[in-house]
């Protein structure tokens, strides 16, 4: 395997190989899922910790899972009740995380970068399960994942991510994946959701949702982050729908076998029309959902094999002070 890197905090840092290294590891684990015995000992011996400082009842359950079927020990903190609450800094919980020898920390915040600075005050791996608007690393891969199986490659698409954008760190996870694989990717909602500054890094952006559509291969939505926004983003949920949601007649603009995808959880009647949510042949949603497990087993496999590799060489220089 060419994956080589200690934390996975984002993609803008993964080559080409680390992703395709991920997805060949993650196939493998979508069989062993489908089995009626589920489990390997992968991660056996080792300590893993999730810290959700946001509430995910999919990514947190998806990456518990991930964890136990590896064999890993999981403890799930709740933050909502830790001594965060109580006004404990980060880096001191950081710090008194590390006085429990964990090996793999999966984390969740609200504020971009405050994993990036985790990572910097433990002795162990650190996956980012999504930090603010800044970027949701295992969400790419799974989506990857999916277009993969669904497409059979994952060169050389156009994909169009429709939706709120401006919130998203799905889209920009997405579009830095997409972009290193040689995609062509569109984005597309309303001026009031799309950030500046994401054409400066390879994606076409329109505010016109057929127009957006044309052609398309894959048609990723995304959801309306109402709790994000603080002002007048739409006029209306039935007008942002009537331009923006995903119905028949505006996917009948993409290829007759472009696949449709969703992060969820979905927002139905705002951002899909539940037809097309549904449609067993355009969607592939539930598919996400399954690769999401695979991914993040692939993941913590990975990173796991490093920590060990990495101990081990620490233990060899110690032995020869």
Do not use: W
Not at 4 to 10: D, E, P, V
Not at 28 to 54: C, H, P, W
Not at 88 to 96: F, H, K, P
Request: aromatic residues 4%; glycine residues 8%; charged residues 25%.
């Amino acid at each position: 395997m060419a994956f080589r890197a200690r934390h996975l905090l984002g993609i803008e840092h993964l080559s080409p190989e680390d992703i395709r290294s991920v997805l060949d590891l993650a196939d493998s684990y979508v069989d062993l899922n489908r089995r009626t015995v589920k489990r390997t000992d992968a991660l056996a011996g080792l300590t893993q910790i999730n810290m959700f400082f946001e509430n995910s009842t999919r990514t947190q359950s998806s990456f518990e899972l991930a964890g136990k079927r590896l064999g890993a020990d999981v403890m799930n903190m709740s933050m909502q009740t830790s001594s965060v609450k109580k006004g404990e800094t980060l880096i001191d919980t950081a710090l008194t995380l590390n006085a429990m020898h964990p090996d793999l920390l999966v984390v969740r915040h609200p504020s971009s970068g405050a994993v990036d600075l985790l990572a910097q005050k433990v002795n162990c791996a650190v996956i980012n399960a999504g930090d603010g608007r800044h970027e949701h690393p295992t969400q790419a891969l799974l989506d990857a994942l999916t277009i993969r199986r669904a497409k059979g490659r994952i060169q050389r698409l156009t994909v169009a991510i429709c939706g709120d954008v401006a919130h998203s760190r799905v889209a920009r996870s997405n579009l830095l994946l997409l972009g290193k694989m040689e995609n062509r990717v569109r984005l597309v909602g309303p001026p009031t959701l799309m950030p500046a500054g994401f054409g400066d890094i390879g994606a076409e952006i329109c505010d016109d949702m057929r127009e957006g559509l044309r052609d398309a291969d894959v048609v990723m939505m995304l959801r309306l982050q109402k709790e994000r926004m603080d002002g007048g983003f739409i006029p209306s949920e039935r007008e942002y729908f009537h331009r923006y949601g995903l119905d028949a007649e505006k996917l009948a603009y993409a290829k007759p076998d472009a696949i449709v995808m969703h992060p969820g959880p979905m927002n139905r009647g705002v951002e899909i029309d539940g037809t097309i949510a549904d449609d067993i042949n355009r969607s592939v949603i539930q598919e996400q959902v399954e690769m999401g497990v695979a991914v993040r087993m692939a993941v913590m496999d990975l990173l796991a094999q490093n920590l060990r590799a990495e101990r081990g060489r620490a233990a060899l220089e110690a032995a020869h002070v």
